[in-house]
Nanobody, 118 residues
Framework: QVQLVESGGGLVQAGSSLRLSCAAS????????AQWHRQVVGKPRELVAS?????PRYYLASVEGRVAISRDDNTVYLQMNNVKSEDAAVYYC??????????????WGQGIRVAVSS
């Protein structure tokens, strides 16, 4: 079983930077790709950024140029610069890959809150 542990959220000042991390436990898990989503109460969850083996990175239009998604083995990061009030949300990582058995699998993180002060 793979578990995702998210970190790096909290209260930040508008215009500052923060980095979210999502670490997948289980050294035998082969991550193929990952995404960061975010959700505000009362609104649908939206895809913020995506990264996958051999594919282009995707960014939500409203964050492009301020956000960068990256991976390091089984950890995926979301670097957010010049944070804006509209970035306040609960952020979820979503990863997919292969288990040692060869079967594919995908997982959601528990969510981490980002609050922005003006």
């Amino acid at each position: 079983q793979v578990q995702l542990v998210e970190s790096g959220g909290g209260l930040v000042q508008a215009g500052s930077s923060l980095r979210l991390s999502c670490a997948a436990s289980g050294s035998a898990y082969l991550m193929s790709g990952a995404q960061w989503h975010r959700q505000v109460v009362g609104k649908p969850r939206e895809l913020v950024a995506s990264i996958s083996d051999g594919g282009p990175r995707y960014y939500l239009a409203s964050v492009e140029g301020r956000v960068a998604i990256s991976r390091d083995d089984n950890t995926v990061y979301l670097q957010m610069n010049n944070v804006k009030s509209e970035d306040a949300a609960v952020y979820y990582c979503y990863v997919w890959g292969s288990l040692p058995s060869g079967s594919s699998s995908h997982y959601w993180g528990q969510g981490i809150r980002v609050a922005v002060s003006s």
